[in-house]
């Protein structure tokens, strides 16, 4: 049985790492950003960030679709250039997880970078640090819970999408069948005992996130007391 569930688990930690990987070099800059920044229309720039966490994953999915298409600009481009489609591809896959996952990054550290104390970072400033040195000196290191809860929820989120994955990537064993459509397919085809393993598999691995995020933010709330 686990021989094979194994590359699709193997196959969906792939994607999340990534995807959390990905995320974080994006994310950091511009939660960053978004924290310091008092431009006019910083308002729309979140409602967008933060489109994904109410918008149907498989409209998302689908206009994702639309866009990697080999018909579209992009996809076209990237036809031309690497001789591989983006739609029904891993890469595929990666692209639309980091839009889809974005806000779970972004949103945690930009609270995080916002609840940072200004003095320590003026203070640096004052003692000739560049703004580049402040934020990686003394903005991230202040900021650390931020980025641990980010970038677990993310790997979590990752784990368990659906319909963005589904519309973009569909169900190609070993390159886009992750274990939410695997856990979808068993319970279509009456594999009970496949579809009973990663749903409790699933769920182990949320109860653990969730237990980790909570304890760490206890831990580190004492810490700072």
């Given at each position: 049985?686990?021989?094979?569930?194994?590359?699709?688990?193997?196959?969906?930690?792939?994607l999340a790492a990534a995807t959390t990987i990905v995320l974080l070099l994006i994310?950091?800059?511009?939660?960053?950003?978004?924290?310091?920044?008092?431009?006019v229309l910083k308002p729309l720039i979140e409602a967008v960030t933060a489109l994904p966490l109410v918008l149907p994953p498989t409209v998302l999915g689908f206009y994702?679709?639309?866009?990697?298409?080999?018909?579209?600009?992009?996809?076209?481009f990237w036809v031309q250039v690497t001789g591989e489609?983006?739609?029904f591809s891993f890469t595929g896959l990666l692209i639309a997880s980091v839009i889809y996952s974005l806000?779970?990054?972004?949103?945690?550290?930009?609270?995080?970078?916002?609840s940072v104390d200004r003095r320590p970072l003026e203070a640096a400033a004052s003692l000739g640090a560049s703004p580049l040195d402040v934020f990686v000196s003394v903005a991230c290191p202040m900021a650390l819970r931020g980025f641990v809860s980010a970038g677990i929820l993310t790997f979590a989120h990752t784990i368990g999408e659906f319909g963005v994955v589904l519309m973009v990537g569909g169900s190609i064993p070993g390159e886009t069948r992750v274990v939410s459509i695997a856990l979808f397919e068993y319970v279509e085809t009456l594999r009970f005992n496949l579809a009973h393993t990663l749903a409790?598999?699933?769920?182990?691995?949320?109860?653990?996130?969730?237990?980790?995020?909570?304890?760490?933010?206890?831990?580190f709330a004492v810490r700072v007391a």
């Open positions: 049985m686990l021989t094979e569930l194994w590359p699709t688990l193997l196959l969906t930690l792939e994310g950091t800059p511009f939660a960053w950003w978004l924290s310091r920044t008092r431009f994702l679709l639309l866009m990697m298409s080999p018909d579209s600009a992009i996809g076209s489609t983006l739609t806000p779970f990054m972004v949103q945690p550290l930009q609270t995080a970078f916002e409790l598999i699933l769920l182990v691995f949320s109860f653990v996130v969730l237990a980790c995020v909570y304890t760490f933010n206890r831990r």
